[in-house]
């Protein structure tokens, strides 16, 4: 049997190892309660088990206004889909300019899609599931590009000044 390289190194990610998975209310809760047991206070559960596939897909529960660093997947397309809660989306040039914001949850725009190398955040602003598709494999550290006038997840003034920037209390 060949070998998988399963996604991992972070104790909020977790693996589908079912061949056929239902996703109900049930499998939901229990994707909050893997959230509570972290520091990040948050999940990902990959429906895929390789990260050599093709597509990616994971459903993402995220704790209410929790900073995502602004990135671009340079040679990605990303789609996500709102499944409980509140995503603010936000979308910049290459300045940092905010070039577009806008609400996603179930009654609304409860899909984006997103084209290669556009920087993009997505602000939690209630506890929110999500489910996320974005193109495989993986590719290690240039799956993910920062600007470098995005905030790294320590900066703690650099992330109150842009989440200020766009609304937001940061606490």
């Known amino acids: ?99 577009d914001k806008f609400i996603m949850e179930k009654d609304g725009i409860f899909t984006f899609r997103l084209d290669k190398g556009i920087i993009h955040t997505n602000i939690p602003l209630t506890d929110s599931v999500f489910h996320e598709v974005i193109d495989g494999p993986f590719v290690g550290k240039d799956d993910s590009v920062f600007p470098e006038w995005a905030p790294e997840l320590d900066d703690v003034d650099g992330i109150r000044k842009i989440m200020d920037k766009i609304n937001l209390a940061y606490k």
């Open 1 to 99: 049997m060949e070998e998988q390289y399963r996604p991992g190194g972070k104790d909020y990610l977790h693996v589908n190892d079912n061949q056929a998975l239902k996703i109900d209310a049930a499998y939901i809760e229990y994707l909050k309660e893997l959230s509570r047991e972290n520091s990040d206070k948050k999940c990902t559960m990959c429906l895929h088990n390789d990260i050599r596939q093709h597509v990616h897909e994971m459903i993402n529960v995220y704790p209410g206004e929790m900073y995502v660093r602004p990135h671009s997947h340079p040679f990605k397309t990303e789609t996500k889909i709102v499944i409980e809660g509140r995503l603010l989306m936000v979308i910049f040039d290459d300045s940092g300019e905010i070039t």
